[in-house]
């Protein structure tokens, strides 16, 4: 295969969608690439509404699809940020088959030694980390939520971002969901047969406020991946730092495809 004919599938964080990568798609694509970025359940512009998500399955529902949809020779280079980084952790299970490369960009990084809730319990013992934000809880449906408020976005995620780009994010986001039935945890628990298969990249971005460098370092501690690269910038690197990101992802492609 050409190495133009990359297949880039990004996948965006909590509270964000698919528009959050428009800069680096187009990077990638001008270069000749096939890209696909994907709305998770109920993110983006995705018809389904937090309500409806019973498990992580249900919200992740429209990449598995996608995985599964792909033809069996075909691999792609699968991108996360952020929370994101669950998402793709799934994936990769699912389907190592289908997977080239895993990038990881400051994104959760869980593997079969290392848990979802523990990164989770390490990233929010600040007593104020969400700031602004707005947490529900639904004990019936044992599902929790978080919306990123003005100052919370402003000050940990895209603080050295374009304002154009705070501006969209403050207009797009939606309610991110937390799952703790036991489906979920079944559903994010990995084997290094299918999980451990796979090669994986992670990014570290040094700047970030929401996933602190610390935090980041104590998951490649305990998760270690192939390899490390560092981008100097915020949590929306995408936005921050798009072609350097996009560089990175070519050339993560052209090592790993």
Request: proline content about 6%; charged content about 20%; aromatic content about 10%.
């Amino acid at each position: 295969m050409e190495k133009s004919g990359r297949h880039f599938v990004l996948v965006h964080g909590a509270c964000h969608g698919a528009w959050c990568w428009y800069r680096v798609a187009t990077l990638l694509r001008a270069a000749g690439h096939r890209v696909t970025a994907l709305d998770l359940a109920a993110s983006g512009i995705n018809p389904k509404q937090l309500y409806e998500l019973h498990t992580i399955s249900d919200y992740l529902e429209p990449l598995l699809s996608f995985m599964a949809a792909l033809p069996s020779e075909e691999r792609v280079v699968l991108v996360g940020h952020s929370a994101g980084g669950i998402a793709i952790s799934v994936a990769i299970e699912r389907f190592p088959q289908k997977v080239a490369v895993a990038v990881f960009a400051t994104a959760f990084m869980p593997g079969p030694d290392l848990t979802v809730q523990a990164i989770l319990d390490e990233m929010v013992q600040g007593l104020d980390y969400y700031m602004d934000s707005k947490l529900t809880f639904d004990p019936e449906q044992r599902i929790a939520s978080v919306l990123f408020g003005p100052k919370f976005l402003s000050t940990n995620l895209y603080q050295l971002s374009p304002p154009e780009d705070l501006t969209l994010g403050m207009l797009l986001v939606r309610p991110y969901p937390f799952f703790y039935d036991a489906k979920s945890v079944r559903d994010t628990t990995f084997i290094k047969e299918n999980y451990g298969s796979v090669h994986r990249i992670f990014i570290v971005c040094s700047q970030d406020q929401a996933i602190t460098k610390d935090i980041q370092m104590w998951m490649i501690k305990n998760n270690p991946p192939d390899e490390v690269k560092t981008i100097n910038t915020d949590h929306m690197v995408m936005f921050s730092e798009p072609f350097d990101l996009s560089s990175n992802l070519q050339e993560i492609a052209d090592k790993y495809y």
